[in-house]
T-cell receptor
């Protein structure tokens, strides 16, 4: 158990819908990262937050957005969902940027 | 643009033998490298890391080697155990600026009893 929690574990929705994925970092970690893993793909970095502020942005679509709240939990919002958005979404946290990241168990999203 | 590449999608090794997993990167500015292990239905877990000031880091059965001139790193597992069967990801990042981590596509290791 890494100490990073993600909810929900599984999510099934339809195209065009909007979903919110939630992440609670390890106690004491200020930095949160979101990754997408599609079938047979590596982990694609989406976005990073540090102490509530966006720190780095990767291959995140405009239909996707995220934020980190004052209690340091983070949410990833995915809207206008498409079939290709079906993937595993991982959240990771670290004490500060550059330190080792600890991953949550992931949320498996299926868009039908 | 895949800056970190793992060209072997899978590897099978007999129990007790050495497993060698390889990783190549293209960005010469990367100076911190990590290996993660992932079991099915779980998130990746940190295994071992190496800074670019070193060329080797060892932790028990796991050793990571870094060849900066070749932009290549490898993970050696000796001796391999069936419990090591998992997908291994290498990752790289740059400096202390908090830049993003770049992950490879993973190598699925199967250790045959």
């Amino acid at each position: 158990d890494s100490g990073v929690t993600q909810t929900p574990k599984h999510l099934i929705t339809a195209t065009g819908q909007r979903v919110t994925l939630r992440c609670s970092p390890r106690s004491g970690d200020l930095s949160v990262y979101w990754y997408q893993q599609s079938l047979d793909q590596g982990l694609q970095f989406l976005i990073q937050y540090y102490n509530g502020e966006e720190r780095a942005k990767g291959n995140i679509l405009e239909r996707f957005s995220a934020q980190q709240f004052p209690d340091l939990h983070s949410e990833l919002n995915l809207s206008s969902l498409e079939l290709g958005d079906s993937a595993l979404y991982f959240c990771a946290s670290s004490v500060i940027p550059q330190e080792t990241q600890y991953f949550g168990p992931g949320t498996r999203l299926l868009v039908l | 643009d895949q800056q970190v590449k793992q060209n072997s999608p899978s590897l099978s090794v007999q129990e007790g033998r050495i497993s060698i997993l390889n990783c190549d990167y293209t960005n010469s500015m990367f100076d911190y490298f990590l290996w993660y292990k992932k079991y099915p239905a779980e998130g990746p877990t940190f295994l071992i890391s190496i800074s670019s000031i070193k060329d080797k880091n060892e932790d028990g059965r796991f050793t990571v080697f870094l060849n900066k001139s070749a932009k290549h790193l490898s993970l050696h597992i000796v001796p391999s155990q069936p419990g090591d069967s998992a997908v291994y990801f290498c990752a790289a990042t740059r400096g202390n600026t908090g830049n993003q981590f770049y992950f490879g596509t993973g190598t699925s290791l199967t250790v045959i009893p």
